[in-house]
């Protein structure tokens, strides 16, 4: 779907919107943990907005972005700058750059592959900054077609709750440094009665506490800052 087109006709924005949402996570996580960097690349970066954000936050820092999609370069390549560039490219296996810092949001999800992806990709980068989403939730089993949903829509093999994408990291390479949930689900609600209601309700149960929600209700996701071993 991704060298089709067919994702880019069921998701016509690429989620660019979430995007400056997206890059205040990231920017704060490594200022969290003071990581120092000169360079830093996005892998499956899409239509690039994460990039475009840090690039303007750290304008002496250079950013690239990497996608396989020709349609998501194609949206990315138009806000190359002094110091971000957009490659049509499989990073973990074309490219032989060394990261100091990678960002791999809301991608291993997709890749076929996804143990070998991240083995390859825990060689290439020191830090690598995850936002991974949290199918796997109590509502999701007892309605199934929630999570077929997600993967027509926007293609997600593989599903994973809190404690599973930890674990993948570890199994492939990784020491954690810092996991938080977040709450795209509250920043962008869907819309309509049942979705206003299930935000209050998601509201409600992410102030007890975050994890519950995920591991109740869905549609929260994983912010990792892992260090490859």
């Not at 830090?127 to 199934?144: C, K, N, Q, R, W």
Request: overall charge negative; aromatic content about 10%; proline content about 3%.
């Amino acid at each position: 779907m991704y060298f089709s087109g067919d994702y880019l006709l069921l998701n016509p924005t690429w989620d660019a919107e979430q995007s400056p949402w997206k890059a205040k996570l990231v920017q704060d996580l490594l200022e969290k943990h003071q990581i120092v960097f000169d360079k830093l690349s996005e892998i499956g970066c899409g239509a690039g907005q994460i990039l475009v954000k840090l690039a303007k936050i750290y304008p002496a820092k250079i950013f690239v972005g990497f996608d396989i999609s020709p349609q998501a370069h194609e949206l990315a390549k138009v806000f190359e700058s002094e110091n971000l560039q957009f490659k049509l490219c499989d990073f973990v296996n074309g490219s032989d750059d060394k990261q100091e810092v990678v960002i791999c949001a809301d991608v291993f999800e997709h890749v076929d592959d996804y143990l070998g992806f991240l083995r390859s990709l825990s060689k290439k980068s020191r830090y690598t900054v995850f936002h991974i989403p949290l199918d796997i939730s109590m509502i999701g089993v007892l309605i199934p077609e929630i999570i077929l949903k997600t993967r027509r829509k926007v293609g997600h093999l593989h599903y994973f709750n809190r404690a599973t994408a930890e674990a993948t990291l570890e199994t492939c390479g990784y020491k954690i440094i810092d996991s938080q949930i977040t709450a795209g689900c509250l920043e962008f609600p869907d819309q309509g009665a049942l979705g206003r209601t299930l935000w209050l309700i998601r509201k409600v149960c992410h102030y007890v506490s975050p994890s519950f929600a995920a591991l109740l209700l869905g549609g929260f996701s994983l912010l990792v800052l892992a260090e490859s071993t």
